[in-house]
């Protein structure tokens, strides 16, 4: 459980680390490739929530002090993955990343994005939770690298073995590492199906 301390900020030096990939395992894939598709991610989010002006309620998030990533969930969501549309896929993953401009036509797909990077953020042990809060929430951020480690009061290695960790595992359960991009054809399927969720704003 997240201690905080006495300013009632997160307790960094007691931060739990439970089950981070093992550094044989991390070798195994590219956590620099990961860091940037996750920071993406966020910034798409970003994107998602000032563009989407009419549906910005269910489309904020925050992650906060005691690690917890907080939204307003929409009770008329009904989240699918591509195969109960009746998509062919490669492999039987339920979250695609699309681009901007698909998410800039359709509500359903930022609420989408929202809910499964809260559902891979609560995988994460509490160490690999601050880490992405650190890097990809907060504005600005109150650790770099060498500060954040010597703050856990853990030695360097462990630590960039958590945040490799963190980074990776995201990308895993977000369907990521193996293949970033939907190809153009089953998103023009997609968009046809969702065409009664769409909704456009003119700028």
């Not at 981070?20 to 395992?25: I, N, Q, T, V």
């Not at 559902?119 to 880490?131: H, R, T």
């Amino acid at each position: 459980m997240v201690q905080l301390n006495k300013d009632n900020k997160t307790d960094v030096s007691l931060l739990e680390i439970q089950r981070p990939l093992s550094s044989e395992l991390i070798k195994d894939y590219n956590h620099k490739e990961a860091m940037k598709d996750i920071h993406d991610i966020f910034l798409q989010l970003e994107d998602n929530y000032f563009y989407q002006v009419a549906y910005q309620e269910f489309l904020k998030y925050s992650i906060d002090e005691n690690l917890e990533f907080k939204i307003v969930e929409d009770p008329n969501l009904v989240l699918k993955s591509f195969n109960s549309y009746e998509q062919e896929l490669k492999n039987d993953m339920s979250f695609k990343m699309f681009n901007k401009k698909d998410y800039r036509n359709s509500v359903l797909l930022c609420e989408a994005l929202l809910t499964r990077v809260k559902d891979a953020f609560e995988n994460l042990d509490e160490a690999e939770k601050f880490i992405i809060k650190n890097f990809e929430y907060d504005k600005p951020k109150e650790y770099v690298d060498e500060s954040l480690y010597d703050e856990m009061c853990i030695h360097k290695d462990k630590y960039y073995q958590s945040k490799k960790s963190a980074y990776i595992k995201m990308a895993l359960q977000l369907g990521m590492m193996e293949d970033m991009h939907i190809d153009s054809q089953l998103v023009t399927e997609f968009k046809k199906i969702i065409d009664s969720n769409i909704i456009t704003i003119s700028g």
